[in-house]
Each structure stands twice: as C-alpha cells, then as structure tokens.
C-alpha cells in the first residue's frame, strides 16, 4: 500500500495532513511543556496508508524517556480527533540535532526559563531571565539528562541550560 496525498486523503473523506500537522503543535515535550513537538524537531512527518495513519518521530538521544509519553500523546490526540488507526514510528534517521529546534521553539524555551542551546555562532550561554553572559556552569546534569544546570553572576537565578547535541559525521 502506497502514500497518499492531502489531496487524494481529502477526496477521500480524510483529513489533510496539513491539519493533522496544525494538531501535532499541541503535542509538547513532556520536560519542556512550552514547546511542541515540531518546535523540537523532533517531528519528521505524517502519512496516510491505506485507513491508517503514519506519524514519524526521531528522539532527542537514544533512549530518551519522553518518547513512550510522545508516542502517546499524539495517538490519544489523534483518537480525539477521530483517528483511530494511528501508528507512531520511532526512526533512528535523520539523526535528531539542537540545530533542528526552531527559532520559535528557542524563543519559547527562553521564556520557560531555560537557555537555549548555542548557535554555530554563539560563544556564551546568556541568562534567560535578564539575558546576561556573566554565567556559570554548575553542573553538567541539570533537572533531565539534556541538561546543565548554570547561574548568572549577575541576577544570581539558577537555570537549566539545554546542551547541544550535533551528531558526529
């Protein structure tokens, strides 16, 4: 059984993926409830075959224990919608990067309180509460494995730093 379009999908009495897409932006990452699943890049893509619906995820790092409560998420969210033969794929490829995480999805873990991961560009890890580089590293583990935990020398606030992660080629 092949792929089928938005438009044959819609021909067909389905929903497009276009909207099933709208939908996912509701799914969060369980640790970082601010920001979706597309945010993260961890979203990849969604397919109909035949009456069953395909979403395509890739984790952040290999075992990462939010993925069995995303895969659940988005079914629960499907069902609701009125899916009901949703399949949840965890794929090994593409290899997930913090370059996969939108301008949008740093700005929002920003304002959750969190550093976003550093930009090819970017030498310091500024604040996310007053935005200075007079930071800190405290430690390499912050509250999830993907983080560290830092303070600012000046407003004197712990916070999480989310760590880069780009995969080796």
């Not at 993260?40 to 009456?51: F, K």
């Not at 550093?118 to 200075?132: G, N, R, V, W, Y």
Request: with cysteine; glycine share 4%.
């Amino acid at each position: 059984m092949s792929a089928i379009d938005d438009a044959e999908a819609a021909d067909n009495g389905r929903v497009s993926v276009r909207e099933i897409e709208a939908w996912l932006e509701a799914v969060k990452d369980p640790e970082i409830p601010v920001i979706s699943i597309k945010a993260l890049g961890i979203y990849q893509d969604v397919v109909w075959q035949g009456d069953s619906l395909h979403v395509n995820i890739i984790p952040t790092y290999s075992g990462c224990p939010a993925m069995h409560a995303i895969k659940q998420d988005i079914v629960t969210l499907l069902k609701q919608k009125g899916i009901d033969d949703v399949q949840v794929h965890v794929n090994n490829s593409p290899i997930w990067s913090t370059d996969m995480i939108s301008e949008a999805g740093r700005e929002q873990m920003r304002a959750f309180g969190i550093a976003p991961p550093k930009t090819a560009t970017q030498q310091d890890i500024a604040c996310p509460l007053c935005q200075s580089k007079n930071t800190l590293l405290i430690s390499q583990f912050g509250s999830t494995s993907c983080k560290a935990l830092y303070r600012c020398k000046d407003c004197l606030e712990p916070f999480d730093y989310f760590k880069c992660y780009a995969p080796i080629s």
